[in-house]
Structures are given as structure tokens and as C-alpha cells.
């Protein structure tokens, strides 16, 4: 019996000097990110959460400071569950944020003070695919309510990757080879753009967590130990809240940072609750809605992102609701539309039918909404909207964010073939096939297309 125990004890010391070495590399790592940085002066932690290695181009911060190299960092799971996130120094310069507002942004968010964000939403960040690979553009999308958001902010990163890089090439293989710094850039400028259109073009607000705590509760507001610690920041130019976000790029990509909440903090207050209550109508009073144990964003969090203006209806213009209510639609065309197919839309709700505005928008990108599944479908041909030739016959990509979607479907719509259209008088049928949902969201658009599949195995 002697030699089991002894075995035992060797095996038990070796594991203790696991331990031990890997907690003297866990000091050692942090011994440096403190010389690198002078104590106290850590505007970020530089820590890379996602494993991922800080290439040499940006290994400065915001104040010139340089950042340490990643170093793939131990396995989170060894120290504790969810990822400490980036947190920047109470001395950074925004705005603490004080209980009234804390109080009108959970007002404008659900209504009342009492809710809080659920599981879901909190967890939601962004972050990309791999680089250089089929869904090198595309961001991961989580389950509940904030995959809306994320799969809105993609659609402003396929027009900027697709349509404002200076000097690249507009096809879908330059999408495929983006690079990691590409992709940051990309979702900066993405970030940027939206919150600069929510405020009129005139200033930005970005919101990020500091290590001070600014609101305590009281009996009408609880916190969350998160929303009390925002401070603000506003930015007088665009190109200055790009290079803000870009700076601070960690805060909204990194795991357990709520990187998704802060972008819709950021988008309300650069909107301001004042321009706020004028877009929304008697129909939206607030910007989300309570579903299956979480939440889900009204239709005017989605316009916000892709019009700049909270609108709670997809029309076009203002119409009188069943009451004579004057309900608020949409005013202008957007960069990035929009396309709505539910198996229960009825043709006659003339209040639920997409308006030209979002459905023409500038650019051939929209977010799609498919029996409440967001998505997003694009052409890489700029001309698309603007020549009816073009129109004809084209492809169109569609990401649906969820497995088992490996890369995105390229589609073949082809507007002029409908001479099986009389003898199947609009019940979606042809040859017997039913038509999937992609194809029934499609056509709200194009009206007679057929769709081919390419080889896809029709699905969604």
C-alpha cells in the first residue's frame, strides 16, 4: 500500500508546481503590463481576452503609451468564469453619470426603472469571425434580442468594408481576405458612423465603464453594477469619434465587457432623450420589449441605427393609426435598408408594410428581418439600386449569423422569368416546391423574381 500513497504524493507535488509556475507566469505577465505602462497611468487593460496577439501597428494607445504585446493569457476558466473586461481609469476626462440619467436611460429603455438586462444581452459583444476565412466580415451573432443590433451593425460594416475603403477593390473575395486590423477598423468606423448620424451629425456620445462606482441605488432605482459606473464622452467631429472608438476598441469586442449595452447607451445618449420622445409616437414609448425571459428591440432601436432617428414604424412618412394617432414612419433614405417576411404577414396591414425608403436605400445592403430571425443581404455591385439594367438579373449574399452557416449563400435573382407566375397564382408554390422564407422576403422586394440557389440547399 505504501507505493500507492507515495505515488500519489508525487503526482499531488507535481500538480502544486504546476500551479506554482503558472501563477509565477500569471505575476510575471502583469509585472510587465506594469513597467510598460508606469502604475496607475492603465488606460485600458491591455490584457487581449480573445487570445488574440496585438500586431505591431497597434501596440500605442490614445495617449501614446505603449501597449504590451498579447501574450495568449491562461485559460480564463482556471481564475474565473467570465472574462474581467477592460475597464478605463476614472481619470479619463468623460462625464460621471449621474441617477437622473441613469434613471431616463432605463425609462427609455424598458419603460420603467424596476428592469434590468437580461442574461443575453449582458454576455453580447462584438466580435468577428476569423480573419482571412469565408466570414472574415462577419460578426459572431449570440441568441435573444441584442443579435438585432449586431446583425444592424453588420450591415454598416459590409458597406464600409464594400463601399468607403479607399483603394480596395468592391468584390466579395476582398471580403474574405480582411485582416484583423481590417476588421477593427472596419467595425470602428461602423460604430462611429452610427452614433454621429443619431446625433444629427453634430456630436457623438460614447459611453465606457470606469472603476468608479458615481450612482448609488435608492428605493426607485436598483443598480447593475454597470450602468453606475458609464462615464461620457462627446466627440465634435466623426473622424474624432472614430479614432475614440478605435482607441477604446476593447471596451465594446471583449468578453464580459456588455460591448453591445454600451453601444446602445452610446446610441440614446447621442440621440438625447430629448430628440428621443420626439421620434418615438403613442404606438413605442420606450425601445424595448419584454420576450421569453429577455428582451427584444422595438423596430425604432433598429431604425435609429440604420436612419439615425428612433422611428417606431417601417412606412414612409407619418400615418394615422386606428385611434387617428399620428404614428411615426420613416423620412429619409438610408445608406442600409431594411426587408420584413413573417409565414403570418397579411398584405392588407398597411401600417407593417416596409416603405420604399428603407426597402431603395442608397446602398445594396439591408437587415433583414425573417419571422423576427434578423439577417442580411447584400450586393457588391454599387449600381444595383441606381440601373434598372443591373436590376435585371443579379447576385445578392445572405448571412444569417447562425450555425450551421458556414459562409454566406450567394443567391441568383433573376427579375424577368416569371412565366411560371400565371399558372401559380401567388400561394408560393412552383412545381410543387415550397418557397423558403429568403426567397418570400426577396420578393417583398422584387416582386416576380425566382431565386437560385447556386448548389445551397435552400434553408432559413
Not at 157 to 186: M, P, W
Not at 187 to 198: K, P
Not at 263 to 268: D, E, R, T, V
Request: charged share 20%; with cysteine; proline share 4%.
Amino acid at each position: 500500500g505504501t507505493m500507492q500513497v507515495s505515488d500519489q504524493e508525487q503526482s499531488s507535488r507535481e500538480l502544486d508546481l504546476e500551479e506554482i509556475t503558472r501563477k509565477i507566469s500569471f505575476l510575471d505577465k502583469w509585472r510587465e503590463i506594469f513597467s510598460y505602462r508606469g502604475l496607475g497611468t492603465n488606460n485600458a487593460t491591455p490584457q487581449n481576452h480573445d487570445g488574440n496577439h496585438v500586431s505591431a501597428d497597434e501596440t500605442e494607445n490614445a495617449t501614446g503609451i505603449p501597449q504590451p504585446r498579447g501574450q495568449g493569457h491562461l485559460p480564463s476558466s482556471s481564475l474565473c468564469s467570465i472574462p474581467k473586461p477592460s475597464i478605463i481609469s476614472s481619470k479619463s476626462g468623460g462625464s460621471p453619470i449621474s441617477l437622473a440619467m441613469a434613471t431616463k436611460l432605463r425609462q427609455s429603455l424598458f419603460g420603467n426603472t424596476i428592469r434590468v438586462f437580461s442574461y443575453d444581452w449582458k454576455k453580447a459583444y462584438f466580435r468577428f469571425h476569423d480573419p482571412f476565412s469565408d466570414l472574415a466580415f462577419t460578426l459572431e451573432v449570440g441568441k435573444g434580442g441584442a443579435r438585432s443590433i449586431q446583425m444592424a451593425v453588420q450591415g454598416f460594416i459590409i458597406k464600409d468594408l464594400l463601399f468607403t475603403r479607399k483603394g480596395k477593390d468592391c468584390n466579395f473575395h476582398s471580403l474574405c481576405a480582411v485582416s484583423k486590423q481590417e476588421q477593427e477598423q472596419a467595425l470602428a468606423v461602423a460604430l462611429a458612423g452610427i452614433l454621429w448620424a443619431a446625433g444629427a451629425a453634430e456630436k457623438a456620445t460614447v459611453c465606457l465603464v470606469t472603476e468608479h462606482t458615481y450612482v448609488t441605488s435608492t428605493p426607485d432605482y436598483s443598480g447593475d453594477d454597470f450602468t453606475e459606473r458609464l462615464q461620457l464622452f462627446e466627440l465634435l467631429e466623426k473622424e474624432a469619434t472614430e479614432k475614440f472608438i478605435y482607441d477604446h476598441l476593447q471596451c465594446f469586442k471583449e468578453e464580459g465587457g456588455h460591448g453591445v449595452i454600451l453601444f446602445l447607451y452610446s446610441l440614446i445618449f447621442s440621440r438625447t432623450f430629448e430628440r428621443l420622445q420626439k421620434d418615438l409616437d403613442a404606438s413605442s414609448t420606450h425601445l424595448l420589449q419584454p420576450h421569453a425571459g429577455g428582451f427584444l428591440c422595438r423596430q425604432a432601436v433598429l431604425n435609429m441605427i440604420l436612419t439615425g432617428r428612433a422611428s417606431p414604424n417601417v412606412f414612409n412618412g407619418c400615418q394615422k393609426g386606428k385611434s387617428q394617432e399620428i404614428l411615426h414612419g420613416v423620412l429619409t433614405r438610408s445608406d442600409v435598408g431594411y426587408l420584413w417576411w413573417g409565414k403570418d404577414t397579411s398584405e392588407d396591414d398597411r401600417l407593417s408594410q416596409v416603405g420604399s425608403r428603407l426597402k431603395t436605400p442608397k446602398l445594396p445592403i439591408w437587415l433583414c428581418n425573417i419571422n423576427g430571425n434578423p439577417s442580411v443581404l447584400f450586393s457588391t455591385n454599387r449600381q444595383l439600386l441606381s440601373d434598372w439594367k443591373v436590376e435585371r438579373r443579379f447576385d445578392l449574399y445572405f448571412y444569417g449569423g447562425q450555425p450551421p452557416q458556414k459562409k454566406p449563400v450567394q443567391l441568383t435573382v433573376d427579375t424577368h422569368s416569371h412565366h411560371w407566375e400565371r399558372n401559380h397564382p401567388g400561394d408560393g408554390r412552383v412545381a410543387g416546391r415550397r418557397f423558403s422564407p429568403v426567397e418570400m422576403l426577396i420578393r417583398t422586394k422584387w416582386r416576380e423574381a425566382t431565386i437560385n440557389w447556386n448548389g445551397t440547399i435552400p434553408f432559413f
